[in-house]
């Protein structure tokens, strides 16, 4: 489990709370049927700047706000007002590092029965401090899982739901009780989806490969984060096909990203090593990159980081 501590404010009921006073009901709908749709937003603290830039804030509330018509969420808060009060958030945690947002829209109604139309939404936001939550350095040994990923006709893996991370959790946990530190979900066809929470991308002679946005997947902004960078700061070539379990062994790199992994570079797959098993050079390169891209530091993306400081 990632290490966190909660920042101090909250945001519940159209209010911004102590964080401990931000309690929900055990009857909550949401609670109860898993109907919730959230996003997971980095903020890096940049020393020099004395700042905190969320990265793509924008695009997280859009796939947010994009994703309330699966769900039928109707909340009074409109895309503009969400990113406000993600940043305001953060602003009054007054934090000077690394932190996470959790934007979290949910079946607010005490009510029974699954449904989405006709049961009241809200939002509520938090915030915590968070470092690395996968290692990025070494290379992760990572399984495919026994668990296939859910499909999208069953649980929207295109939105972010709260309910389908059940999905994410029997694979991490089995990947992590197997002494592995990740795990591959392919799905019912057998081809490769993504990790518990993150994209993934093999790399074969030079050419980024990753699974196309109907494969059961979250389209991670992260992913659509390092297509753009690989191709305009390396001019690489990113195709976006089904990839075989067995292209996994064979690949010369292999890594994966998210808002959470950021960019992990993925030494082994059940037991083969990838290439010589250390990570690879492209991975390294896109890795380096994207760690300045999201302090602040490419002045070409600087429009993804909103500082959270005036
Ligand atoms: N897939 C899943 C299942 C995830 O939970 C995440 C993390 N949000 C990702 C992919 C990566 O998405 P993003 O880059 O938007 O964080």
Redesign the pocket.
């Known amino acids: 489990m990632a290490k966190m501590h909660p920042g101090e404010i909250a945001y519940f009921e159209g209010d911004f709370v102590p964080v401990g006073d931000a309690r929900l009901s055990v009857m909550t709908h949401a609670f109860n049927y898993g109907t919730a749709l959230f996003?997971?937003i980095r903020g890096y603290y940049n020393v020099e700047e004395d700042n905190v830039f969320i990265f793509r804030l924008q695009e997280?509330v859009d796939?947010l706000v994009r994703n309330f018509n699966i769900l039928c969420m109707e909340i009074p808060e409109d895309a503009a007002r969400i990113e406000e009060i993600c940043l305001e958030v953060a602003r009054r945690s007054a934090l000077r590092e690394d932190v996470y947002l959790r934007p979290i829209c949910y079946k607010s109604e005490l009510s029974l029965g699954p449904a989405v139309r006709g049961v009241s939404s809200a939002l509520c936001c938090y915030l915590i401090t968070l470092g690395d939550y996968v290692d990025t350095n070494d290379g992760l040994d990572v399984a495919v899982s026994s668990w296939r990923r859910l499909s999208d006709n069953a649980i929207p893996?295109r939105a972010?739901t709260t309910g389908?991370?059940i999905n994410?959790s029997l694979a991490a946990t089995e990947a992590k009780q197997s002494g592995f530190h990740e795990a591959i979900f392919l799905r019912e066809d057998g081809t490769v989806a993504?990790?518990?929470?993150?994209?993934i991308f093999v790399i074969q002679e030079d050419k980024l490969i990753t699974p196309p946005p109907n494969a059961d997947?979250?389209?991670?902004?992260?992913?659509?984060?390092i297509m753009q960078l690989a191709q305009e700061q390396f001019g690489l070539q990113v195709v976006e096909r089904p990839i075989a379990r067995t292209e996994l062994y064979i690949s010369d790199e292999v890594f994966f990203?998210?808002?959470?992994?950021q960019v992990a570079p993925i030494r082994s797959v059940d037991r083969r090593l990838i290439g010589n098993g250390k990570p690879g050079g492209i991975t390294r390169k896109l890795q380096k990159i994207y760690f300045d891209v999201v302090q602040g530091k490419v002045a070409e993306y600087r429009d993804w980081c909103t500082p959270v400081y005036s």
């Open positions: 996003e997971g997280h796939r893996t972010k389908s991370y994410s993504e990790g518990s929470a993150m994209n997947i979250l389209v991670g902004i992260t992913r659509n984060t990203c998210g808002t959470g992994a």
